[in-house]
């Protein structure tokens, strides 16, 4: 795939965040992720629009239930990455 270098300005802290992590990865790697997952966000939006449009809106329960499985997502994702911190980087 070809790229393109191009300029950003970004907060500084932010900045320093994403290296100290991305130090193996690079920071376009992780910059050219990070714009991927948002795109693919905001084509999501754009669905769940279109589909409210056709089917009505998702009720509060249905809200609910969809918050309360991403709550249980970033929940196991902390509880991974707590556990390879502690194996010193190993998979948890």
């Known amino acids: 795939m070809a790229s ?3 300029t950003v300005t970004l907060p ?3 900045l320093d965040e994403i290296r100290a992590d991305t130090a193996e990865r ?3 790697a992780y910059v050219a992720d990070a714009l991927r997952a948002k795109r693919d966000r ?3 939006v754009e669905l769940v629009g279109w589909l409210e449009q056709e089917h009505g809106p998702v009720s509060g329960d ?3 239930a969809a918050y309360a499985e ?3 997502l970033d929940a196991e994702h902390d509880r991974r990455r707590l ?3 502690k194996s010193g980087g190993a998979a948890a």
């Open 12 to 14: 500084e802290e932010l």
């Open 70 to 72: 991403l709550d249980d």
């Open 62 to 64: 249905e809200r609910a």
């Open 42 to 44: 905001d084509r999501l």
């Open 26 to 28: 690079g920071l376009s």
């Open 4 to 6: 393109k270098k191009v």
């Open 83 to 85: 556990a390879r911190s």
